[in-house]
């Protein structure tokens, strides 16, 4: 079964505003990383954040990492129209370092 | 610098072949996997590698043979094509050093009619 599940699985919203996705994870981790995907492409790597972290900002890019809870959320903000894709979160667990990702959450940004 | 390359970008099978899809990386790196994605499902694990000579299955691992004779690169073999296999396949690799990421070819469109 997937370790990561993302919540919603999908957002709508006006270009300008801000997006929150989040993810919850079964098992503990090492480290969880966000993936973009956009249509019928490979997935990008957005950010990592490591189990000892609780916060990380990349550009308008904010990830947040609550291992007591296993859930993460995902904050893009300003959204532009150029950030409509697919966003997944992915896990490590144990001593693997064979991510595991979750199902996704299709982000539309309406210009 | 190429990255992850897989072939080819498109296939379509008659139910009953065979095929492999190829990947490759130019980065060195130790660990390499197979992913399908479906619709509605995200990417599940298929195979993965942690080196050469070394190989584990994943989640959906049914109806596919893999082998990892060097470091770059990791063929995903289907014994006898489905439909149920049609799908999109994704490579990636990642170097061993924790926290680092991983990085993904374009991706394979398998169709089986």
């Known amino acids: 079964s997937q370790q990561g599940e993302e919540d919603p699985q999908a957002l709508s919203i006006q270009e300008g505003e801000n997006a929150t996705m989040n993810c919850s994870y079964k098992t503990s981790i090492n480290n969880l990383q966000w993936y973009r995907q956009n249509s019928g492409r490979g997935l990008v790597h957005l950010i990592l954040?490591?189990?000892?972290?609780r916060e990380k900002h990349s550009g308008r890019l904010r990830v947040t990492l609550d291992t007591s809870k296993k859930s993460s959320s995902l904050l893009i903000t300003a959204s532009r129209a150029a950030d409509t894709a697919s966003y997944f979160c992915a896990t490590d667990a144990g001593g693997s370092y064979i991510p595991t990702f979750g199902r996704g959450t299709s982000l539309i940004v309406h210009p | 610098n190429a990255g992850v390359t897989q072939t080819p970008k498109f296939q379509v099978l008659k139910t009953g072949q065979s095929m492999t899809l190829q990947c490759a990386q130019d980065?060195?790196?130790?660990?390499m996997s197979w992913y399908r994605q479906d619709p509605g499902m995200g990417l599940r694990l298929i195979h993965y590698s942690v080196g050469a000579g070394i190989t584990d299955q994943g989640e959906v691992p049914n109806g596919y043979n893999v082998s990892r004779s060097t470091t770059e690169d990791f063929p995903l073999r289907l014994l006898s094509a489905a439909p149920s296999q049609t799908s999109v396949y994704f490579c990636a690799s990642r170097t061993k050093i924790g926290g680092t990421e991983a990085f993904f070819g374009q991706g394979t469109r398998l169709t089986v009619v």
């Open positions: 980065m060195n790196h130790e660990y």
């Open positions: 954040i490591r189990s000892n972290e």
